[in-house]
């Protein structure tokens, strides 16, 4: 088994950090609709969902910029054009969204898509013994779970 200056099984990584790319093109545009809402919302609701949006968009660049860095860090190269991330993103595109109840209901199902990949990822980390990455995984999970958790309640509806 040829292994990787980081002591992991080389093709194994090479795997991961095409799925992390897969996550990586999820979450950008996943960012981007954030951004959009941030900048688009209107009605009753604004003052409080316009900061909300801000805080998760911050959050996601984060992210963005944490997943790029474990592609690098396994031996791979991020994608980085939108044309990649256009081409190999099923999070959906939310265009336009001024509606409370929409934009709460696009982080919702951006969020259902990127745990999918997120726990297939974990489990391909965890048979690949890369702890960095099946740890990122992890946190990824718990976190957005709780904010789909808190999306669900406020749209009242059940998770």
């Known amino acids: 088994m040829k292994t990787n200056s980081?002591?992991?099984?080389a093709e194994k990584s090479q795997e991961l950090s095409n799925d992390l790319n897969s996550l990586l093109a999820n979450f950008q545009t996943y960012y981007q609709n954030l951004r959009g809402i941030h900048w688009n919302i209107k009605g009753k609701r604004f003052f409080e969902l316009h900061?909300?949006?801000?805080?998760?968009?911050?959050?996601?660049?984060i992210k963005v910029d944490e997943i790029a860095e474990r592609i690098l860090t396994l031996g791979g190269v991020p994608?980085?054009?939108?044309?990649?991330?256009s081409d190999?993103?099923?999070v959906p595109v939310g265009k336009n969204i001024t509606k409370d109840d929409e934009a709460i209901r696009l982080?919702?199902?951006s969020?259902?898509?990127?745990l999918q990949i997120e726990r297939?990822?974990?489990e391909a980390s965890d048979e690949a013994s890369d702890e960095g990455t099946n740890s990122m995984m992890s946190d990824f999970i718990t976190e957005q779970e709780?904010?789909?958790?808190m999306m669900k309640a406020w749209l009242a509806e059940e998770i």
């Open 107 to 109: 982080i919702v199902d």
């Open 120 to 122: 297939g990822i974990l």
């Open 51 to 61: 900061p909300k949006f801000e805080e998760l968009y911050n959050d996601a660049n």
């Open 79 to 85: 994608q980085h054009t939108f044309k990649d991330y």
């Open 111 to 114: 969020l259902s898509v990127l």
């Open 6 to 9: 980081i002591g992991l099984n």
């Open 88 to 90: 190999n993103s099923q």
């Open 146 to 149: 709780k904010t789909v958790w």
